[in-house]
C-alpha cells in the first residue's frame, strides 16, 4: 500500500504541474496574457473545488485504500491523455470560435475546461479522501490534516517549479503531462492488487513518454525546416517556394523574421526601420537599440547597409538568437546581442541611441509594460538629443484601437508623435523631441544607400501626425489585452452597417 502522505504529496505536484503545462498548451492558439492566466488558474482552483467536495462524499461512501488509488489512477490517465486531445481539439476550437468571434478569453477558457477541468476534478480529490483514511481518532484529526495539507501544498510547489524550470524546458510541454502523470499512476498502482491488472496504465503511458515528440507540423505556406518549443513560445521555421525563410511564432498568424536569398530587403515592414529614422535626423543613426529582435531581421540589414552603426539587439528568447544565426543570417560588423527582456534592459542600460525600435508586440499577446507611460518615458531617458522612438504596430487590418492608445501614450513623453501606415495591418509610431516631418524625410532620402531610395520616399509620402483619440496606459492600469480582443472581435464580425 502506498504511504498516504507520498500519494497526496504527488497528486499535489500532478494538479499544479498540469497548470503550468496547460498555459503552455494554450499559448501556441491563445498567447499567455493575463487573460489566459486568469481563465487557466480560475478552472484549476473550481476543479479543485468539486474535487474537495466530491472526495469527501466518496471518502465516506468508500473508505477503502483501494478504492482511492482506482480514482488516482483513472486521473493519471485522463491526465496523460490532455497533450493528445489537445491539438486537434484546439485546431477546431479555434476555427469554431473564428466563427462566431470569440476572442481569447472565451476561447481558452472553453480550451482548459475542456482538456484539464477533469482530471484536476479527480486529482483534487484524493487529499480529503487521504485524510478519511488517515485519521484513527477525533483526538488526531487536526494533527492529521495539517500534516497531510502541509505534504500536498509542498507537492504543489514541487510540481509547479519542477514543470517550469525543468520539465518544459528539458523535454517539452507533452511529455511533461505524461511525466506527471506516470509519477501519479506508478504511486496508484501500489495500493491495487493483483498488480498485473492495473499494470497496463502506467506501462501505457512510459510508452508514450518514450515515443518522439513527432514529425515536423504541417504549414501550408511552405516547408518547416526547423522547429522548437522553447521556455516562451513555440517556434518555427518555414521555408518558402521562392528560397525565403518566414519565423514564426506560437499560431503562425504573423512573421516576426524574413530571410530572402541575395538581399536584406524584405518589401516589408522591417524596412521602414532603415528609413524612418531620417525623418528626425539627417544622417544615419551612430547607434540603435532593437527591442523584440527575434531572428533579426532589422539587425542584419543595418549590418549591411549601415556598417558603422552600433547595433544592439534585445531578445528575451535565446532559442531565436540561435535560430537567427542558423537560418537567417544574423551577423553584423557592430552587433551586439543580449538576451534579456526589453524594459529591464533599458533601465540598466549606461549607452545611449539615436534610435530605439520596439518590435515585441506579438499578438495576441502583448507586453503591457512595453505599452506604458513609464515605459516611453525610460525609452526617452536612453536617446541621444533628438533621438526617436520606433514602435511597429500590428493590428487586425481596418483595426487602429491599440494604435490610438500607443499614440496617446508616447505623446505624453515626447512633443512629436507621427505614423506610417506601412502594411494593411502594420503602422510604424515614430516619436522624437526634435523636428521631425515628412519633408524632412524626403529630403533626406537622397542621402540613403541607393537601394533605400525609393522606400524613404514612399514613407515620407505615408507619414502624417498620429491618430488621437486614444487612452493613455500607465504601468499601474494597462488592459491591453482586453482591448487586443476587442480589436479581433471587431475585425471578426466585419464591417457595421
Not at 10 to 37: H, K, N, Q, Y
Not at 45 to 55: D, E, K, R, S
Not at 341 to 363: G, K, M, N, T
Amino acid at each position: 500500500m502506498p504511504p498516504l502522505g507520498l500519494l497526496v504529496f504527488v497528486v499535489g505536484s500532478g494538479s499544479l504541474g498540469a497548470e503550468i503545462a496547460a498555459v503552455r498548451l494554450l499559448a501556441p492558439d491563445f498567447g499567455a496574457s493575463t487573460i489566459v492566466w486568469a481563465n487557466t488558474i480560475g478552472v484549476v482552483l473550481v476543479a479543485l473545488a468539486l474535487g474537495y467536495w466530491l472526495g469527501g462524499r466518496l471518502a465516506d461512501r468508500h473508505p477503502q485504500i483501494r478504492a482511492l488509488c482506482l480514482l488516482a489512477l483513472a486521473a493519471a490517465a485522463l491526465l496523460a491523455a490532455v497533450p493528445f486531445a489537445a491539438a486537434p481539439l484546439l485546431d477546431v476550437g479555434v476555427e469554431a470560435l473564428d466563427s462566431v468571434s470569440a476572442g481569447a478569453f472565451v476561447g481558452s477558457l472553453l480550451a482548459v475546461l475542456a482538456l484539464v477541468a477533469v482530471p484536476v476534478l479527480l486529482l483534487g480529490a484524493v487529499s480529503p479522501w487521504a485524510l478519511r483514511l488517515a485519521v484513527a481518532d477525533v483526538e488526531n484529526a487536526g494533527k492529521v490534516a495539517g500534516r497531510l495539507y502541509a505534504i500536498s501544498t509542498a507537492g504543489s510547489l514541487l510540481g509547479t517549479l519542477l514543470s517550469a524550470l525543468v520539465l518544459i524546458p528539458l523535454v517539452g510541454t507533452r511529455r511533461t503531462f505524461l511525466v506527471l502523470a506516470l509519477a501519479i499512476a506508478l504511486t496508484a498502482l501500489a495500493g491495487l492488487r493483483p498488480l498485473w491488472r492495473w499494470a497496463a496504465v502506467p506501462a501505457a503511458i512510459a510508452a508514450l513518454a518514450l515515443l518522439p515528440p513527432g514529425a515536423l507540423r504541417a504549414n501550408p505556406a511552405g516547408r518547416v525546416v526547423y522547429e522548437a518549443e522553447t521556455p516562451y513560445q513555440y517556434a518555427q521555421v518555414v521555408e518558402q517556394p521562392d528560397g525565403s525563410r518566414v519565423l514564426e511564432l506560437n499560431e503562425g498568424q504573423a512573421r516576426h523574421s524574413l530571410w530572402r536569398p541575395g538581399t536584406v530587403l524584405t518589401g516589408g515592414y522591417w524596412d521602414e526601420f532603415l528609413v524612418l529614422p531620417f525623418a528626425a535626423r539627417d544622417s544615419a543613426p551612430r547607434r540603435i537599440a532593437i527591442l523584440g529582435n527575434a531572428a533579426g531581421t532589422t539587425a542584419r540589414a543595418y549590418g549591411a547597409l549601415y556598417p558603422r552603426t552600433v547595433v544592439h539587439g534585445v531578445e528575451i528568447d535565446p532559442e531565436l538568437t540561435r535560430i537567427g544565426r542558423r537560418w537567417f543570417g544574423l551577423r553584423g560588423p557592430r552587433l551586439r546581442v543580449f538576451t534579456v527582456d526589453a524594459r529591464p534592459f533599458l533601465r540598466r542600460a549606461r549607452d545611449r541611441y539615436d534610435s530605439i525600435f520596439v518590435d515585441a508586440y506579438r499578438q495576441p499577446y502583448i507586453p503591457f509594460y512595453l505599452t506604458t507611460r513609464e515605459f516611453f518615458e525610460l525609452a526617452r531617458a536612453r536617446l541621444e538629443p533628438g533621438g526617436s522612438v520606433i514602435v511597429n504596430v500590428g493590428q487586425p487590418e481596418g483595426q487602429f484601437r491599440l494604435e490610438r492608445v500607443l499614440a496617446a501614450t508616447m505623446r505624453t513623453a515626447f512633443r512629436t508623435v507621427l505614423r506610417d501606415h506601412a502594411t494593411p495591418t502594420n503602422t510604424l509610431l515614430l516619436a522624437t523631441d526634435s523636428a521631425a516631418s515628412a519633408a524632412r524625410l524626403r529630403r533626406n532620402a537622397r542621402g540613403v544607400p541607393s537601394e533605400l531610395a525609393g522606400r524613404a520616399r514612399a514613407a515620407a509620402a505615408r507619414l502624417e501626425p498620429a491618430l488621437a483619440g486614444g487612452e493613455v496606459y500607465t504601468d499601474d492600469r494597462a488592459p491591453v489585452e482586453w482591448l487586443v480582443d476587442g480589436s479581433l472581435l471587431d475585425y471578426a464580425a466585419g464591417p457595421r452597417r
